[in-house]
C-alpha cells in the first residue's frame, strides 16, 4: 500500500496524508502552490498531441490535483473538480447535465441559491424545474418523467435540517433513468460518503468545513465512474478553474478537519440538547436529537453530525428574532458557516413551495464554532431572556 490510497486507514491518517506523495516535490511535506497559466511543451510534437500530463492553468495543475485527489481518497469518487465557490458546485454538474426539455426534481428545502439558479437560468434554459418535499423518499418513483434527468437531493436540509432517505431516492430515480446528485455539505465525507448510498455526483461547499476559517470561498464536486467523463468534460468547457492560493488553503484545511469537526459535533450537540429545555425554546431541529422527526434515518446512514442547527423561539415575529440576534456578543450575525467562530442568522422559509412548516415562531440557525460551550450558552442565554422580553 502506498500512501496515496490510504486504504483501511482511519480517516484522520487520511486526511493528514492523502492528496499528496512529499517524494514527488524533494520530499516538502506539502505540495507547491503552483501559479499557472502557460505550461511549456518540449517540442512540437508534444505540443500538437498535447501528450503531457499538464497542458494548460484552466486544466489543473498539480496544486488543484494534490486537493482533488484527497477529496476522491475521503469520497470514494472517480474524480473531483475544484471549482470557485461552493454555488459553482452547485451549478457546474447541473448545467452539466441537464439541456433543454429536460425535468429536474430539486428537494423544496434546498440551499437557496441552488433555488435561485434553477428557477432563474435553469428555466430560462428551457428545463423544466420542480420542487419536491424532503420527506418523500421512495415516493419521489410518483414525481418521475420520462425527462427527468436529475434528481437534486441536499440532507439534511438547508436551515430546516429535514433528513432525505437518500438510498430509497436514489433507487427511484435511478430506475426511472435519471442520475442523483447530492449537495452533502453539512455532513462532509466523514460523517457521510453519498456515492455509497447511490448518489452519483457529491458536492461540496469547501468554504464550510474543508477551509473552516471564513476566509476561503471553494467547492468541489466528485462524480463516480459513470458520471465523471460528463462532468469533467463540462467543467473544462466553461473554465470555472479556482486560483491555486484558495486550493491550497483548502488543503491546508482538511488537515485538522476531522480534530475541528469532532469538536464542532461535540459543542453543537451539547449545546443543542440544552437548548431543548430552555425557556422561549419551542423546538430544536438537529438531525442528531432523538426527538427530531429524521433521526431515524440519521441514525441508519450518517456517522456523525456537524455544528450547525436551527432553534425555533416559542412564539413571537421579526421583533423577538431581532432582540435576540442584537443581545449576542460572541455570535456574530453573518452567513455561511464552517469556520472557527459562532453565528447566527434568522431563516428565511418564503420562497419555499412545501417544506415551509408551520413553525411556532421564527427560526434562528446556529453556527457552533470552536468557542467554549459554557461561553456560547451564556451568550444564547443573553439572546433568549432578550427575545423573551421583547
Ligand atoms: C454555503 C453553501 C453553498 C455555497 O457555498 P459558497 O462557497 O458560499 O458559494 C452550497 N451549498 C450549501 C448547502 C451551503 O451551505
Excluded at 514527488?24 to 511543451?41: E, K, Q, W
Aim: hydrophobic letters at 45%; glycine letters at 10%; proline letters at 5%.
Amino acid at each position: 500500500m502506498t500512501k496515496q490510497d490510504g486504504e483501511g486507514w482511519g480517516v484522520n491518517t487520511r486526511l493528514a496524508h492523502t492528496g499528496h506523495s512529499p517524494r514527488d516535490y524533494f520530499g516538502f511535506v506539502n505540495p507547491p502552490v503552483v501559479h499557472a497559466s502557460t505550461v511549456l511543451f518540449p517540442d512540437a510534437a508534444t505540443m500538437a498531441g498535447r501528450n503531457q500530463k499538464y497542458t494548460y492553468g484552466t486544466r489543473g495543475t498539480p496544486t488543484t490535483d494534490a486537493l482533488a485527489s484527497a477529496i476522491d481518497a475521503l469520497e470514494g469518487s472517480a474524480g473531483t473538480i475544484i471549482v470557485p465557490s461552493g454555488l459553482a458546485a452547485v451549478t457546474v454538474p447541473l448545467l452539466a447535465f441537464l439541456a433543454a426539455g429536460d425535468h429536474v426534481l430539486i428537494v423544496d428545502s434546498v440551499y437557496r441559491p441552488t433555488r435561485i439558479f434553477a428557477d432563474t437560468m435553469l428555466r430560462r434554459l428551457g428545463v423544466e424545474v420542480e420542487y419536491y418535499d424532503p420527506r418523500v423518499g421512495a415516493g419521489i418513483a410518483s414525481l418521475m418523467k420520462p425527462n427527468t434527468s436529475v434528481v437534486f437531493t441536499e440532507s439534511p436540509a438547508s436551515n430546516t435540517f429535514e433528513m432525505q432517505d437518500i438510498p430509497a431516492i436514489s433507487a427511484a430515480a435511478h430506475a426511472g433513468g435519471a442520475i442523483v446528485m447530492m449537495d452533502n455539505t453539512w455532513a462532509t465525507p466523514l460523517f457521510f460518503k453519498p456515492l455509497d448510498f447511490g448518489v452519483d455526483i457529491s458536492i461540496h461547499a469547501a468554504t464550510k468545513y474543508p477551509a473552516g476559517h471564513s476566509d476561503v470561498l471553494l467547492g468541489a464536486v466528485s462524480a463516480n465512474q459513470a458520471t465523471w467523463d460528463r462532468l469533467h468534460e463540462a467543467f473544462l468547457t466553461l473554465g470555472c478553474c479556482a486560483g491555486p492560493d484558495d486550493v491550497y488553503q483548502v488543503l491546508r484545511g482538511l488537515r485538522t478537519m476531522g480534530v475541528r469537526l469532532d469538536h464542532h459535533q461535540k459543542s453543537a450537540l451539547a449545546i443543542a440538547r440544552w437548548l431543548e429545555g430552555e425557556a422561549g425554546v419551542a423546538r430544536v431541529l438537529h438531525p442528531a436529537l432523538e426527538s427530531f422527526p429524521g433521526h431515524a434515518i440519521w441514525k441508519r446512514d450518517f456517522s456523525g453530525s456537524s455544528g450547525i442547527f436551527s432553534i425555533v423561539l416559542a412564539g413571537g415575529g421579526e421583533r423577538q428574532a431581532h432582540a435576540f440576534l442584537d443581545a449576542l456578543k460572541i455570535f456574530g450575525l453573518g452567513y455561511s458557516w464552517g469556520g472557527y467562530e459562532s453565528l447566527a442568522v434568522q431563516v428565511f422559509l418564503g420562497d419555499r413551495v412545501i417544506a415551509k412548516g408551520p413553525y411556532e415562531g421564527p427560526v434562528i440557525r446556529l453556527q457552533i464554532g470552536l468557542e467554549d460551550i459554557d461561553d456560547l450558552k451564556a451568550d444564547i442565554s443573553t439572546g433568549l431572556s432578550a427575545a423573551r422580553a421583547a
